[in-house]
């Protein structure tokens, strides 16, 4: 595991992981899972975390039935990491590795005919079962498969008995986050359901039925089923503006999720510009006068997106510090003309808590006009990460 406990990191740019806000989280979404299989998404990263840090710090959860990836690449890396548990393969696989689904015991989400064929020849081949999720589309029009097709890959399933039927059935909500108007989600859930319908009369009933990311999870226990898959809530991040509100207006408590990253750096350099100086690539900023200016070893290389260029602010010694000019590749310039006593190797924070002041990925978001999947998503994997409390 490359995470490890240290007071003071001797990088110049690192992550801290917190396995206290990541078990209140895990206790917050094991609440709101009733009785629902709780597995918990690591894809991208796990969510720009950092994915063997986070796979060993929930090996520790006993909550946590299982993972879901998007890729055969993040499932090999969840068993390095030494994950025993359940994995699910959210994403496509190509045809060249389907032999890796049966060594790393994944459970692949099946969109498409020639590929589960692929699958039930290799069952038999390895004599080794497996357990399949069909992706039914309700409306997303993403991976889905329609009800018109479902026929067909009821013969497949009854023709390869180590594949016997599904094990699970799964859908994607379109419009959850976006809106506090559910009604589009209503209906691709009154979809989803006349598709189990259907698959019952193929003989092909699914025995595990799932369909909730975080909001859905959050908001709408219509959707829970018998296991749900949320992925940003597990790093203490809502899904959006609007889940928050309509979890808040529904009577929710407010501290249920707490940010389980923080990323700092340290000054590397001070300096002291005149008045009338531009700053930077493109001398996009020019001071007004005088300006105490530091350097930070991050640019958008590191995640800080280039959209952030004088537009985003940084932590010093509880104080905000404006970025100035454009984000390099690995640098960036910050002002810090209003805060007395900084130094050359002053921690700097860009996500977490300085002082009183907290700066979250959601507000790196709203900045950059992104949202926070896209912040902690983009996070650097070459940047340390460590394990604090
Ligand atoms: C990413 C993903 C999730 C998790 O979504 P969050 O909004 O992060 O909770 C769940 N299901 C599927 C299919 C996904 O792709």
Redesign the pocket.
């Known amino acids: 595991m490359a995470a490890c406990s240290m007071n003071k990191p001797s990088h110049l740019n690192w992550i801290e992981l917190s396995q206290d806000a990541l078990n209140k989280n895990i206790l917050s979404l094991s609440k709101l899972a009733g009785n629902s299989t709780l597995t918990v998404?690591v894809?991208?990263n796990a969510?720009g975390h950092g994915l063997s840090e986070i796979v060993a710090m929930l090996s520790e959860r006993p909550e946590v039935d299982g993972l879901?990836v998007?890729s055969l690449e993040e499932a090999a890396q969840s068993r390095q990491a030494g994950w025993k548990r359940g994995l699910m393969l959210?994403?496509p696989f190509d045809t060249s590795q389907a032999e890796e689904i049966f060594h790393l015991d994944v459970e692949p989400?099946i969109f498409d005919k020639e590929q589960l064929e692929q699958l039930g020849q290799l069952s038999d081949k390895l004599n080794s079962n497996l357990k399949t999720h069909l992706?039914l589309e309700t409306g997303t029009n993403r991976?889905g498969i329609r009800s018109n097709e479902l026929s067909a890959f009821a013969s497949i399933y009854q023709k390869y008995e180590r594949l016997a039927r599904p094990y699970g059935a799964?859908m994607?909500f379109a419009n959850i986050?976006d809106t506090t108007d559910h009604s589009y989600a209503q209906q691709q859930l009154g979809e989803f359901n006349e598709m189990l319908k259907k698959m019952e009369n193929l003989g092909i009933a699914p025995t595990v039925r799932h369909t909730?990311?975080?909001?859905?999870?959050i908001l709408l226990e219509s959707t829970h089923f018998d296991l749900v898959?949320?992925?940003?809530?597990?790093y203490g991040y809502w899904?959006s503006k609007e889940t928050y509100l309509s979890y808040r207006h529904s009577g929710g408590d407010n501290d249920i999720f707490r940010p389980v990253l923080s990323w700092k750096t340290r000054i590397t350099q001070l300096k002291v510009v005149p008045a009338d100086s531009f700053i930077g690539y493109g001398c996009s900023y020019r001071t007004g006068s005088e300006a105490k200016l530091a350097v930070i070893p991050i640019g958008y290389y590191d995640g800080f997106g280039r959209n952030l260029s004088n537009l985003a602010y940084v932590l010093v010694k509880g104080k905000r510090a404006p970025v100035r000019g454009r984000v390099c590749m690995n640098l960036t310039m910050i002002d810090i003309s209003d805060i007395p006593g900084v130094k050359v190797g002053d921690e700097v924070t860009i996500i977490g808590q300085s002082g009183s002041e907290v700066l979250t990925a959601k507000q790196l978001a709203s900045w950059g006009e992104s949202i926070s999947?896209e912040v902690l998503a983009r996070l650097s994997a070459a940047t340390p990460r460590l394990a604090v409390d």
């Open positions: 998404c894809k991208a969510y879901t998007h959210l994403g989400t992706k991976q799964s994607h986050e909730a990311s975080s909001a859905a999870l898959r949320p992925g940003i809530s597990v899904p999947y």
